[in-house]
DNA sequence: ATCATGCGTTCAGATAATGAACGCAGTTTA
DNA sequence: TAAACTGCGTTCATTATCTGAACGCATGAT
């Protein structure tokens, strides 16, 4: 499934660096290589990611996965809407802990930690 | 599966509304039905919320969830590690957005909207 | 030539989530 | 009173999703 956690996070790990492998993104991203492999796919898919090959000196042939222009013109929107979204659920979080605090009693002006 | 997002949720709900029914969670919840009972039998199963019956004078017979002891005490902290994810989401987020302004040559002080 | 390495790809098996269907217990209707 | 109805928690076959070992291939090293 390719949610917008992962769009955003591989278009952003893949503009950072191209010649990543599926595994790297697999390993960094914290999920299977195989559903690294099925999430890239989807990208290219409706085109916001292509795929070229390149030379590597040490290692063997490599894709370069690449952000294609409705790639880098998508990223925007998917990362706007990601983040709205996780600021809905941080500002949900931030009135929760609040009433925690009245409820303890607490002065309220602790940092979370 | 039980994670902290869910144990977040359902104890917050539970505390807000004991005698809410577990189609009702699920609908808050955004998860099915099956989901809703498993959680809340793992819940259950770790003394966290405890089940007791009630009278309902419009309804039938149902349950109510309370939290126990260990259940208000740990909800504590249950909140505090899921928000102290959430932030890490969320300051990462900003930074993204930040680059993404920097980018695009704008003043850096617009509201995401 | 042979081996070793690392790549993307595949897919059988594991894991997780779904929601229709069930039995039960009150409430309403006939 | 009996029968139909309602809404509850529970179950579980089905479906969706994720995993990672294994494969073929291309390169570099021996």
Redesign the interface.
Known sequence: MLTDEYRYKIL?LVQEKPEISQRELAKVLGISLGKTNFCLKALVDVGLLKVSNFRNSQNKLAYMYLLTPKGIEE??GI??R???Y??Q??EN??A??EE?RRA?GESGDKE?E
């Open positions: 952003k990223k925007t990362t706007m990601f983040l709205k996780k600021m659920e941080y979080l931030q929760e802990i925690l303890a979370v």
